[in-house]
């Protein structure tokens, strides 16, 4: 199969892993990587926000941002719109928490992990107090999934039905979940 016949979707929960296994995967693979999260910092960045930080979502203004989202479904509708032009063309790795149910063809992987390891590595990752982490955590899951209902009609987090693999990561270190998810990758595009 030809690199460009190659679509993956990777899909989760914030501090699901699926940024981390979408990288590796596409520098492995010598596909396109985008980013549901990178693509929104740039619609963020065109609005007045400065999404600079590598953690920009934990933030003060990262909430915002997703307000302004609940408010302005545009902003959701365009970066999905992007991003399945992007699958369309082929040849790329897409991390997004939506488009596995937006777009019809290509390997659909959902991570998921415990909250507790979620809160965990969203700590470590942005410097937040444990405890923090886990608030900011929670509402970001609940706010997300709310925006994708009542964008898409979609329950993410709960409707698993368009993934291949689904795949918990709570006790897999990173290589693990690479490796599994790389050889579906394999069996999928012999």
């Not at 940024?19 to 007045?48: C, D, F, H, M, P």
């Not at 003060?60 to 365009?78: C, K, N, Q, T, V």
């Not at 992007?86 to 991390?95: L, N, P, T």
Request: proline share 3%.
């Amino acid at each position: 199969m030809a690199r460009r016949d190659i679509v993956v979707l990777v899909s989760g929960l914030a501090a699901s892993g699926k940024s981390t296994i979408s990288r590796r995967l596409a520098e492995e693979l010598g596909l396109q990587l985008y980013s549901g999260g990178e693509v929104l910092k740039t619609i963020a960045a065109a609005r007045g926000f400065r999404p600079t930080q590598t953690r920009w979502w934990e933030t003060s203004e990262g909430m915002a941002f997703l307000s302004l989202r609940e408010r302005d479904l545009s902003i959701d509708r365009s970066c999905d719109e992007w991003l399945l032009s992007r699958a369309r063309e082929g040849g790329v790795v897409i991390d997004s928490w939506v488009l596995p149910w937006l777009y019809d063809d290509g390997l659909k992987i959902w991570l998921k992990a415990s909250k507790s390891v979620r809160a965990e590595r969203l700590s470590r990752r942005s410097g937040l107090p444990l405890n923090e982490a886990v608030r900011v955590l929670e509402e970001r899951d609940r706010r997300n999934i709310e925006l994708y209902a009542r964008l898409y009609g979609i329950r993410v987090g709960s409707d698993y039905e368009p993934f291949h693999l689904i795949l918990d990561t709570t006790t897999l270190s990173s290589n693990s979940v690479y490796s599994v998810v790389l050889a579906a990758v394999r069996s999928f595009y012999p």
